[in-house]
Nanobody, 122 residues
Framework: QVQPVELGGGLVQAGGSLRLSCTASGRTFSGYAMGWFRQAPGKEREFVAAISWSGGNTRYADSVKGRFTISRDNAKNTVYLQMNSLKPEDTAVYYC???????????????WGQGTQVTVSS
């Protein structure tokens, strides 16, 4: 069973940057599409970005396009979310998730991490 583990959350000022990482505990991410989702207090979990196994297919929420970049290093079994030009509305718990097949924007992923807090101060 694949168990994603998120790293890299923290507190940053508006306009700053953070890079989240997601590694696998247990099995590797081999063959899995990966996604990042986030959930702010009192809000539904929402899609942020996703990437195919090969890395050739990426998808982004409109709210993060041009600011966030998803990538993966399969040799290191790690997926990254580079977040630039952060805004207070990006404050949320960020979750990494894995699924077989194509990367999707809906939360139909099979395996989820515990989440990491990202807080952007104004």
């Amino acid at each position: 069973q694949v168990q994603p583990v998120e790293l890299g959350g923290g507190l940053v000022q508006a306009g700053g940057s953070l890079r989240l990482s997601c590694t696998a505990s247990g099995r590797t991410f081999s063959g899995y599409a990966m996604g990042w989702f986030r959930q702010a207090p009192g809000k539904e979990r929402e899609f942020v970005a996703a990437i195919s196994w090969s890395g050739g297919n990426t998808r982004y929420a409109d709210s993060v396009k041009g600011r966030f970049t998803i990538s993966r290093d399969n040799a290191k079994n790690t997926v990254y979310l580079q977040m630039n030009s952060l805004k207070p509305e990006d404050t949320a718990v960020y979750y990494c998730a894995a699924k077989q097949g194509l990367p999707t924007t809906v939360a139909n992923y099979n395996y989820w991490g515990q989440g990491t807090q990202v807080t952007v101060s104004s």
